[in-house]
């Protein structure tokens, strides 16, 4: 698609690469590391970042849903690829496409043996998926049994490795239900040693994971948001850098007159004389309508300037009153020092979804100076 508007999306592969090398600083030389680029590699671009994983050394990466992983297969990706949350209708292009299912339920493991058994597959690999609390997706403890039932009827599947995942690991409050999450998957490790065939490797741990529980680490972690440069805690922060930078440009300069409205709906009423700043970037482009009226801040000339009224389809408002600045400056939306946690928590929500929102219609820009 071509890129017209002056919104763009900065992808630094320097910094994922820094990021990289901090958090597999954080563990055995021995562990395995795998990369989560679902939702567009965070809403960067999954198959740059991908491909410099691949370069870096990464063992696996992950995505949401077999397209996403078709993706990258077709952008020349080699690295095995988990797919966590495979949906039935998709089966069979995973396996040409040799990607590999996480399994997390006895519908979707029937399904997939079914498929695998009419295309004829020996030894596909796959992967089990625990709930150990999450409740989300996964087979409980007690399921193994069946699962042995299942996988006995010739060697059509291989296990390749077995995972759960932690639903407070950010948080430190929650260490006690963690460990009790920690202590579940313990027991499931000693259930499918001693009942499944092969000899699978475990893993557990996201970002979060990596920082407060290393000692669960097993043989593999899975991280996203810490390689895209945010670790849910202020101190993690610091060591890290964030990958992408959203910038956009003044498109129109207002002088604005006390008891005028600006935006759609009078979003906004002046209380004074004030310069307003509208932007080529709206909730069509991932800034949702929540970031209006003060909301979210963004910085001009390295100065806050707040949102003003409601955020539009392709334009937003920002008060501009105290920054010298002309038409054509840049905006930074997010990124550098400017944190995508911080806007997003000024909106009650958090960098994942902020991250994640950003629309294709915005022109990735890709550097790599590392
Ligand atoms: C998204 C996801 C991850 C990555 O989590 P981060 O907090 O971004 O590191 C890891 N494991 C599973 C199962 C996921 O769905």
Not at 56 to 77: H, Q
Not at 305 to 325: E, Y
Not at 337 to 350: D, F
């Amino acid at each position: 698609m071509p890129q017209s508007h002056d919104t763009v999306l900065e992808v630094d592969l320097g910094a994922l690469a820094h990021n990289y090398r901090l958090l597999r600083s954080r563990l055995l030389p021995e562990t395995r590391f795998l990369g989560v680029v679902k939702a567009y590699a965070y809403g960067s671009d999954s198959l740059a970042i991908a491909k410099k994983l691949e370069s870096l050394g990464a063992d696996y990466l992950a995505v949401a849903f077999t397209d996403e992983g078709v993706f990258l297969r077709e952008g020349g990706i080699r690295l095995p690829i988990l797919v966590l949350h495979p949906q039935p209708s998709g089966l069979g292009d995973l396996i040409t496409h040799c990607l590999e299912p996480s399994l997390y339920s006895p519908r979707i493991l029937r399904l997939f043996l079914q498929e695998a058994k009419a295309r004829k597959q020996k030894d596909f690999p796959v992967h089990l998926k625990f709930n150990t609390g999450l409740n989300r997706l996964g087979f409980w403890e007690n399921d193994v049994d069946w699962i042995q039932g299942q996988l006995d009827t010739g060697n059509t599947l291989s296990i390749r490795s077995v995972l759960s995942h932690l639903a407070a690991s950010d948080d430190l409050g929650e260490a006690e239900f963690t460990r009790r999450q920690i202590d579940g998957f313990t027991r499931i490790v000693g259930e499918v040693r001693e009942k499944l065939p092969g000899s699978p490797f475990f893993h557990l741990l996201n970002t979060s994971g990596i920082f407060n529980y290393p000692d669960a680490q097993w043989d593999m972690v899975r991280s996203g948001i810490g390689l895209y440069g945010y670790g849910n805690d202020q101190e993690y922060d610091k060591l890290l850098r964030p990958v992408a930078r959203l910038r956009t440009r003044i498109s129109q300069l207002h002088k604005i007159e006390p008891g005028e409205w600006v935006g759609y709906n009078k979003g906004f009423e002046s209380p004074g004389y004030r310069t307003t700043a509208t932007l080529p970037i709206g909730h069509a482009d991932g800034i949702g309508r929540i970031y209006g009226k003060g909301r979210g801040i963004f910085h001009l000339h390295g100065k806050p300037a707040p949102i003003i009224g409601n955020v539009c389809m392709d334009m937003t408002m920002i008060d501009v009153t105290d920054i010298p600045c002309r038409e054509g400056d840049e905006v930074v939306v997010y990124g550098g020092p400017h944190s995508a946690e911080v806007l997003a928590r000024g909106a009650g929500t958090i960098s994942y979804e902020l991250l994640t929102g950003i629309s294709r219609r915005v022109a990735r820009e890709i550097r790599d100076e590392s």
